[in-house]
């Protein structure tokens, strides 16, 4: 890795001694190939292990031994890259002992040492995986010779399957943030079912079923601290659902579930089962609804409808509760209630209610709460514009007893005023009370923002002096911030709107236009410095990036 510090820039340039520097790194970066022989005849293996300067020739000797048997314990410890082999040893022979190898290390490559110019032998050796051999008597140049050239192959293997795992992570996360986007899309009734379907196959998700219902489920533990979150987002990962169902991560509103082929003695059983696995973890407080059974994809959205306006409900209800309508959750609320009242003043009943709704709803779900909280009045009370007025004051202070107790300030407080609310009319009323809950869950999410800002900005500044690091990746990234990957991933996803490959690429193709304008440096020597290996993965990404290869680059800003 880089430190971006040590790099003296002068008049746009880097100094000459650095560029020095980078190439002699990326020369060196090489990984060192590492040998193993096993040759029986004591001349040949000591002439073959004494006079080559592996070091010198770029390799790393990992030892000898006299005949298959002693070597494969070795072999199999110390997974060389290459075997030089004899055919013809005591106990275990070359042919049975590439045999093995190739079974247990299937990348290996291994040369034989033969005496014999065979046919069959040659043929048997292929057929195991052998990838070429030398007749005895063999001179050290020869070998060395062979041996370059299959290390270069093997630098092309590595080069090509860290590209193609680094692909793989760019497209899961890619397909992961576009598989929750189309949860979204779908329950907001934004595609034709021809565009569903379309978009259905490309991120592989089979909604073929005889019937649907929407799942809406949050998780919230009471103590929110970083354990807690990353506990949250393993329990998210493990959640038991049916095979054929389909989860959704919704970031702070949870997570979502399409339920297909489901019916009531179903849902009744996995009922049981989830809350059973959300019961084992102490302090986390649930609520999942289930919306009505659709037949056709393209009723989902009612489902949906109906599960958040059950889902808004929970917070009238003191408990973790997964319920299946809406029937279901009034006769819980009325079995609540009946147990509050013994307890409780009206007032504190309603402050109860609305100080759940702070703590755990979400901006979307304001209308829903607010219905049923006006529900539940009285309707000659609510009738009367003194009455209104009053549960607008009464929540103001509610609200303010909340956000103190979350650490708001006081001159954030000054911005939650009555003062312009009215109750002349229902429909003012009710204007004046969403826009008090509305801020109030704006200046709560300004400290759950504050959180993950320090966190992102964290992520940025380490990506920022470490981009050109080659092993950076989201993993190591998440470990050096202290959190998950899954959570990382979403949270940078959300408030930036762009994944953590797109940001890391965004930071190395504008250091390469830089390099490109700036020093002498080979496009290759460019993508080393940035932290890629491969220069033609680089090439790749820069004309993707910016439309043009390098040279192209260069030569038009020239």
Request: proline content about 1%; glycine content about 4%; aromatic content about 12%.
């Amino acid at each position: 890795m880089y430190n971006k510090s040590r790099f003296t820039l002068s008049h746009g340039e880097l100094a000459t001694h650095e560029i020095i520097s980078i190439r002699k790194k990326q020369k060196g970066a090489e990984m060192r190939i590492s040998i193993f022989l096993a040759e029986d005849e004591l001349i040949i293996r000591e002439n073959i292990k004494n006079n080559i300067e592996w070091e010198k020739q770029g390799f790393d000797f990992l030892g000898a031994a006299a005949d298959g048997e002693l070597a494969l314990p070795i072999i199999l410890e110390k997974k060389p890259d290459i075997l030089i082999s004899d055919i013809k040893m005591p106990f275990l022979d070359g042919l049975q002992l590439a045999t093995i190898v190739k079974k247990k290390l299937p990348s290996t490559k291994i040369i034989f040492l033969t005496g014999y110019k065979e046919f069959d032998l040659a043929q048997k050796a292929i057929n195991i995986g052998v990838t070429d051999y030398l007749l005895k008597p063999i001179t050290t140049n020869r070998l060395v010779t062979l041996l370059k050239e299959l290390a270069l192959e093997i630098e092309s293997e590595r080069e090509n399957e860290k590209l193609l795992q680094q692909y793989k992570a760019e497209m899961n996360e890619k397909k992961l943030f576009s598989k929750n986007q189309f949860f979204i899309d779908l329950i907001s009734n934004k595609y034709s079912l021809s565009q569903i379907l379309d978009k259905s196959k490309i991120y592989d998700i089979d909604l073929v079923g005889n019937n649907y219902a929407i799942m809406l489920l949050k998780l919230t533990f009471y103590d929110k601290n970083l354990e807690n979150e990353q506990l949250y987002n393993k329990i998210g990962q493990t959640l038991p659902i049916e095979k054929d169902w389909l989860l959704f991560n919704r970031g702070d509103e949870g997570f979502g579930i399409i339920c297909k082929n489901i019916n009531r003695d179903k849902w009744k059983g996995y009922q049981k089962i989830l809350s059973n696995f959300l019961n084992q973890y102490s302090q986390l407080y649930y609520f999942g609804a289930l919306g009505p059974i659709v037949n056709r994809i393209s009723e989902i959205n009612q489902s949906y409808k109906a599960a958040n306006k059950a889902f808004a409900l929970r917070f009238f209800i003191n408990k973790t509760n997964i319920i299946s309508d809406y029937k279901d959750l009034h006769m819980l609320e009325e079995k609540e209630i009946s147990i509050s009242f013994d307890k409780l003043n009206n007032n504190k009943i309603e402050r109860t209610y609305i100080k759940r709704f702070l703590k755990l709803g979400e901006q979307n779900e304001i209308a829903d709460f607010i219905n049923e909280y006006i529900n539940n009045k009285n309707k000659n009370a609510i009738d009367s514009s003194s009455f209104r007025y009053y549960l607008l004051m009464d929540t103001c202070i509610c609200c303010s007893e909340f956000l103190t107790s979350i650490g708001i300030s006081k001159d954030d407080l000054e911005k939650l005023s009555i003062a312009g609310a009215q109750a002349v009319t229902f429909d003012k009323f009710i204007d004046s009370f969403d826009d008090i809950i509305r801020q109030s869950l704006k200046l709560r999410d300004s400290i759950s923002w504050g959180k993950h800002k320090e966190i992102i900005e964290k992520t940025k500044d380490f990506m920022q002096k470490n981009y050109n690091n080659k092993e950076i990746s989201l993993n190591y990234v998440s470990d050096e911030v202290g959190i998950s990957s899954t959570y990382l991933s979403t949270i940078f996803s959300t408030e930036t709107n762009e994944t953590f490959i797109e940001y890391l690429t965004k930071l190395r193709m504008e250091k390469a236009k830089d390099l490109l304008l700036t020093t002498e440096l080979r496009s290759s020597e460019i993508a080393f410095y940035i932290g890629y290996q491969d220069a033609h993965y680089f090439s790749y990404l820069f004309k993707k990036y910016t439309k043009m290869s390098p040279r192209d680059f260069k030569r038009r800003s020239n």
